[in-house]
């Protein structure tokens, strides 16, 4: 099983920018889509944002729709989530996910819990706090 391991979270000021990074140790990444969720203490999971096998189709949650990117470098064996333009409402724990079922389009605003996120597998989580 790959594990992922993410990085980058903390506290900002809103407007303000943060890029998350999610590796694996010892695995590779290749192969697998990727995807980030994020979670509010009590909430369900939310899906973020995901990236194909290939790196050429993304999926984005319309609320982050043009202010976050994510990206794979395959050198590097890392996935990243560039956040800008952080709003208060970004404030969560931001998961990295293994292997995500890629939503249809249309469908990207969806929230999840256990095996209902249809994940290989999740990093630990960072946090992400915005402060207004």
């Known amino acids: 099983q790959v594990l992922p391991a993410e990085s980058g979270g903390g506290l900002v000021q809103a407007g303000d920018s943060l890029r998350l990074s999610c590796a694996a140790s010892?695995?590779?990444?290749?192969?697998?889509?990727m995807g980030w969720f994020r979670q509010v203490s009590g909430k369900e999971r939310d899906f973020v944002a995901a990236?194909?096998?290939?790196?050429?189709?993304?999926y984005y949650r319309d609320s982050v729709k043009g202010r976050f990117t994510i990206s794979r470098d395959f050198d590097k064996n890392t996935v990243y989530l560039q956040m800008n333009n952080l709003k208060p409402e970004d404030t969560a724990v931001y998961y990295c996910?293994?292997?995500?079922?890629?939503?249809?389009?249309?469908?990207?605003?969806?929230?999840?819990?256990?095996?209902?996120?249809?994940?290989?597998?999740w990093g630990q989580g960072t946090q992400v706090t915005v402060s207004s």
């Open positions: 990236i194909d096998s290939s790196g050429t189709l993304t």
């Open positions: 010892g695995h590779t990444f290749v192969g697998y889509s």
């Open positions: 996910a293994v292997d995500p079922a890629l939503p249809k389009k249309g469908d990207e605003n969806y929230s999840c819990s256990g095996n209902g996120c249809h994940v290989n597998s």
